[in-house]
């Protein structure tokens, strides 16, 4: 008996189908399923590369199964492994450039035991007739009518085009420099005060700065709820929720008395890690926010609640294939429960603001308007327009909503929500 010889790349392979059956069949985020779908790569441009077939296979993924169905007489089942392997191979050979010979032989062995000749034929017949993806992908079913009901056709179009590749690096700056001087030093762009975009891609550790901690890696609209908190002065803020930190090093950087809590004590070390890289100081507190009791009331409070991600779908292109309806309705019942404990938190005349990195309103706008019923003593405290970068404005209602309609021509926004109150003297 004689055993074929070992494939080339197949761990990596391996490891992608593993991470496409962590979100697709258990509902876990990518990065939750990267430790346990990856262990035995020992090189880590195997695992970037199960990642990104992985994740690219999700982006496209109603496109690949058109694809699949259009070249099978009976339709494989969602979770059939012949058909995620075929997504495996077919977003390798047209989206990530992987040779048509590597994408299959990488492929079969995957199905060692099961529908080989099903695999290798339907590759084939695709590859022979020239089989492309659409420019734009098309988004979930449901997603697509999700907020097609939301927010319009207009923004499903822009999501669309959105998903299609990951989104570029935001760089928030400590320094008061002006930041046109720093996007000229780092070769990006400065959209905001206190802000780069790089191109994605870009090799962050050999850029000017990064050893300083003049600046680290954050989303420009994850860095817009700490902008309507103002400086500082030494008054005193809680941030809740905080890890990896970079609100947390916003607040700092800002001039507020930091305590940072979360209850992640893995993610809580990064912070740490973020503080001592760029120099800056915050208490650090590992504890859940559901039941802890603060030691004292601050001056602002801020909730980035754990939410369904939704607005990050760019970078975690998971989310839209895991979060349903009922995930929604669960994470805006939590989040209900923190703003009544952030609220407890805050000294008579302080602020707290609330956000959230969600396209859901049920998780933004609902929320608020939900706060302000349960808690009198709160007002909305209106966002300006002076406030904000000039390519986002407050809503009516004075909240904060980014789209990815926005920021068209120069890399778009993530979706957040953020909503700031008041609370009485």
Known sequence: MTSSAPVEGLGARRAALRLLDAVLRRGESLDQAMGGATQGLKRPDDRALALAIASEALRRLPDLDALIDSATKRALPDDAKARSVLRIALVQALVLGTPQHA???????????????????????????????????????????????????????AAAQAIAAPPPLDLTLQSREDAAVWAEKLGGVSLADHHVRLPRG???????????GAWW????????????????????????????????????SGGWTVSALDQSKRRLE??????????????????????????????????????SATGI??????????????????????????????????????????????????????????????HSDFARAAVGSDELPDFVAPSEDGYVRTL?????????????FIARFEKAA
């Not at 870009?202 to 300083?212: R, S, V, Y």
């Not at 890696?217 to 008054?235: K, N, T």
């Not at 890890?243 to 607040?251: E, F, I």
């Not at 800056?280 to 926010?289: H, P």
């Open 103 to 157: 994408a299959i032989a990488t492929a079969l062995p995957l199905v060692d035991g099961g529908p080989r000749r099903l695999v290798h034929g339907v590759f084939g017949t695709l590859m022979r007739k020239g089989a492309k993806l659409p420019e734009t992908p098309r988004l979930p079913g449901d997603v697509q009518e999700r907020w097609t009901g939301h927010w319009g056709a207009d923004m499903v179009e």
């Open 202 to 212: 870009t090799d962050l550790t050999a850029l000017p700065g990064f050893d300083d």
């Open 217 to 252: 890696v954050q989303d420009i609209a994850a860095s817009l709820p700490v902008r309507l908190l103002g400086e500082g002065r030494g008054r005193t803020a809680l941030d809740l929720c905080a890890a990896p930190g970079g609100k947390t090093m916003q607040l700092a």
């Open 270 to 307: 990064r912070l740490r890690d973020n503080l001592k890289r760029t120099k800056l100081s915050a208490e650090t507190i590992a504890a859940d926010a559901a039941d802890w009791q603060p030691p004292q009331l601050y001056d602002a409070v801020l909730l980035d609640a754990p939410c």
């Open 313 to 374: 779908f760019r970078r975690h292109p998971d989310v839209i294939h895991r979060i349903g309806a009922r995930d929604i309705a669960e994470r805006a019942e939590l989040q209900s429960s923190l703003l009544d404990r952030a609220a407890a938190a805050v000294a008579p005349g302080g602020r707290l603001v609330y956000a959230v990195c969600s396209l859901e309103p049920e998780e933004g706008e609902a929320q608020a308007a939900a706060f302000l019923d349960r």
């Open 404 to 416: 990815p309609t926005m920021l068209l021509e120069a890399g778009r926004l993530d979706g957040f």
